[in-house]
């Protein structure tokens, strides 16, 4: 069956391929991507299942996720591109690079795990809203999520970024069913013994408060990739990118561009 990929393109350069995560459409690139298409070929799309792309039937794989970008590629006209994953998108960017390894160049995990039932499960502040929120008003539980996806401070601190965020994701607001469809492709991605095959240089980037995906799953990333380095952002959450966006676009450009002479 084909699925229509929302996709667009802004700057110029080398192509970069940015995948978000479960529930965020490609608006959830904002805050950075003045700053990366001012270096790079930026490529953004709707994963299946949100925004403006179709959300067929579930539950939705890893690899199909996976294919819905190798598409954006395709019609896009580029052969190779650096990767950008985030959360469930890091996932998507892990099962390129095993999938399709000469499409990509290098590769930014970030706020994302290895899956399987050896990676660190999701924090215990995370399974304690999941649990609540059936009980909660619709608006009042989507903004919890949006909090809990922040350092515990900042929606005390900088309300304005949870307003900014509650709007796109009431703009685009995602059915239960494609919620889930996409959340299945996160339960059931385990790429833990195969991290070893994945080729491209790698930056793998956690907020130090992520309480969406235990942090402690970037260790294991770099412990295990060939070719590795791995960067914390202090006193960050699970969006750290827009916590911190001129930080992580200065991360992601230097690591992109430091090549060997």
């Keep these: 069956m084909s699925v229509r990929i929302a996709w667009e393109r802004h700057g110029a ?5 940015l995948v978000h995560g479960l529930g965020y459409a490609r608006w959830g690139w904002e805050p950075v991507l003045p700053g990366l298409a001012g ?14 792309s179709d959300a067929p039937a579930g539950p939705y794989t890893v690899a199909e996720l996976a294919g819905d970008a190798v598409a954006v590629l ?20 892990q099962e390129l690079a095993l999938a399709h390894p000469g499409r990509v160049d290098r590769l930014v995990l970030a706020c994302t795990t290895p899956g399987g039932p050896q990676a660190f499960p999701l924090p215990e502040r995370t399974l304690a ?36 965020i509650m709007e796109h994701r009431l703009a685009t607001a995602q059915g239960q069913a494609a ?3 996409q959340a299945a492709a996160g339960v059931g991605f ?35 990739l060939k070719h590795a380095r791995l960067e914390r952002f202090g006193g960050t959450g699970h969006l750290f990118f827009w916590e911190e966006p001129e930080a992580f676009v200065a991360s992601v450009t230097r690591f992109l561009e430091d090549r060997p002479s």
């Design 179 to 181: 919620w889930a469809a």
């Design 129 to 164: 809203l999941m649990a609540e929120a059936p009980t909660l008003e619709p608006v009042v539980a989507l903004r919890r999520f949006v909090e809990n996806a922040l350092a515990p401070a900042t929606p005390v601190e900088r309300p304005e970024l949870v307003d900014r």
């Design 74 to 93: 395709d019609e896009a006209g580029v052969e190779r591109a650096h990767v950008v994953g985030t959360s469930l998108g890091g996932m998507v960017a």
């Design 190 to 224: 385990d790429r833990y013994d195969r991290m070893g095959e994945i080729a491209a240089a790698t930056l793998v980037l956690t907020g130090t408060e992520d309480g969406v995906v235990d942090p402690r799953n970037a260790d294991l990333l770099a412990e295990h």
């Design 13 to 17: 350069g080398e192509p970069l391929l």
């Design 39 to 52: 270096r790079f070929d930026v490529l953004l799309f709707d994963n299946r299942g949100i925004g403006e």
